[in-house]
């Protein structure tokens, strides 16, 4: 068998390698993913609440993640892969936002979603990390620049105009209800019609099928 280009083979090596030095995507248990045991329950609880209110309210989902490191991939590398693996954000409009920090590594990175390029670039994502984040983590203060980093993100995309969250599931609305609800009664008393007259198994039958 003839052997591959120098080239060729070199370069297979090199993805393999960085292949294998990828760590492990975490899976998505929520708005908030602490994997360094850095912020307490209570902290976790009020920034998810934060994150579940605007996203009630605006549809664009943010999350947090906290690894203890991702070395030796860039912190960028992996927040893509993250972003990829969670599918964060609406489908279609694409407006889900990833604040990735690599605690140990004392690297972070804000990936976007393409629904939300305009309004948050990597210019502004760079400023909200140096002037809200950064400056509170040397003080020690990690829930501190997490909650100030992703409060500066809401107020960033609060003024994009998205398409409105969906307030609820499949179904009938309450306004369809009105028209329904006569509907539903005239079934109902002929239902017991049908049951006086014909009989009770054979009257169901025959209401059944007419409902």
């Keep these: 068998m003839r052997a591959l280009p120098r080239s060729i083979s070199a370069s297979s090596f090199l993805f393999a390698a960085v292949a294998a030095a990828q760590i492990a995507l975490p899976p998505l248990k929520g708005r908030v993913n602490d994997l360094t045991g850095t912020l307490s329950a209570p902290q976790q609880q009020a920034l998810e609440q934060t994150l579940a209110e605007f996203e009630g309210r605006k549809g664009a989902q943010i999350a947090v993640l906290l690894v203890p490191t991702v070395k030796p991939e860039p912190v960028q590398m992996f927040a893509v892969r993250v972003q990829e693996a969670w599918k964060l954000g609406r489908k279609g409009i694409d407006d889900g936002v990833l604040l990735a920090i690599a605690k140990e590594d004392r690297e972070l990175h804000i990936e976007v979603g393409y629904g939300l390029e305009g309004v948050l670039p990597d210019a502004i994502a760079k400023r909200i990390i140096e002037e809200e984040i950064v400056?509170?983590?040397?003080?020690?203060?990690?829930?501190?620049?997490?909650?100030?980093?992703?409060?500066?993100?809401?107020?960033?995309?609060?003024?994009?105009?998205?398409?409105?969250?969906?307030?609820?599931?499949?179904?009938?609305?309450?306004?369809?209800?009105?028209?329904?609800?006569?509907?539903?009664?005239?079934?109902?008393?002929?239902?017991g019609l049908l049951r006086l007259v014909f009989g009770r198994v054979f009257g169901g039958v025959i209401a059944g099928g007419i409902a």
């Design 135 to 191: 400056p509170r983590f040397r003080q020690g203060d990690f829930y501190g620049g997490i909650r100030a980093g992703t409060e500066r993100i809401m107020r960033v995309i609060e003024g994009e105009p998205l398409p409105a969250p969906q307030t609820g599931g499949p179904g009938v609305a309450p306004d369809q209800w009105n028209g329904l609800l006569p509907l539903l009664f005239f079934v109902i008393f002929l239902g």
